[in-house]
C-alpha cells in the first residue's frame, strides 16, 4: 500500500497569502479552514506542502 499524507488547513489561505500560495492550497483540494485532504506521498506533493508548510498542519500515514 502507497504512504498518504493527511494535510488540514489550520490557517486562511486568502489574507495576506500570496496568490500563488492561495492556489497551491486549493491545487491541493483545501477550500476553506479545517478541511482535510488525503494525498499521495510524493516529491511534487510534497514541494507543494513545503510552499505553504506556514498554513497546514501534515501527517503521515
Do not use: Y
Not at 26 to 37: H, P, T, Y
Amino acid at each position: 500500500m502507497a504512504k498518504t499524507l493527511k494535510i488540514k488547513l489550520v490557517r486562511s489561505a486568502v489574507a495576506s497569502v500570496k496568490s500563488d500560495q492561495t492556489a497551491t492550497a486549493r491545487a491541493l483540494g483545501l477550500r476553506k479552514i479545517n478541511d482535510v485532504v488525503e494525498q499521495p506521498d510524493n516529491e511534487s506533493i510534497r514541494g507543494m506542502i513545503f510552499k505553504i508548510k506556514h498554513l497546514v498542519e501534515v501527517e503521515e500515514n
